[in-house]
């Protein structure tokens, strides 16, 4: 059975870090895109990061650029997000979803996207 797990949310301060780990089963990551969606209240749900299952070929939102990086263990089935220098406008619910496809491409829509996490919290508050 296909699952994804969400974990490491939680409140830091503006310019603080964490790093979120999305746990894997029912697949290999060889064969699933994987990406990083967030929603804040009162907002859609949209992407944040994406990795293909191919090469790890990331993609990111112009807004996480150089303060977010995605990076995926298959060994463990883990894929992670690295957050630094976090903003107020970064709290939200993460969410790292998946869909098969054998490709270093992967979608920062939603689209495509057929498995679902439950989410994480993250707070930026001071």
């Known amino acids: 059975q296909v699952q994804l797990v969400e974990s490491g949310g939680g409140l830091v301060q503006p310019g603080g870090s964490l790093r979120l780990s999305c746990a894997a089963s029912?697949?290999?990551?060889?064969?699933?895109?994987i990406g990083w969606f967030r929603q804040a209240p009162g907002k859609e749900r949209g992407g944040v990061s994406c990795?293909?299952?191919?090469?790890?070929?990331?993609r990111y939102v112009d807004s996480v650029k150089g303060r977010f990086i995605m990076s995926r263990d298959n060994d463990k089935k883990t894929v992670y997000l690295q957050m630094i220098n976090l903003k107020p406008e970064d709290k939200a619910v993460y969410y790292c979803?998946?869909?098969?496809?054998?490709?270093?491409?992967?979608?920062?829509?939603?689209?495509?996207?057929?498995?679902w996490g439950q989410g994480a919290q993250v707070t930026v508050s001071s």
């Open positions: 979803p998946a869909y098969h496809i054998v490709s270093p491409m992967c979608s920062l829509t939603t689209s495509p996207y057929n498995y």
């Open positions: 029912g697949f290999t990551l060889g064969t699933i895109a």
């Open positions: 990795i293909g299952s191919i090469d790890g070929s990331t």
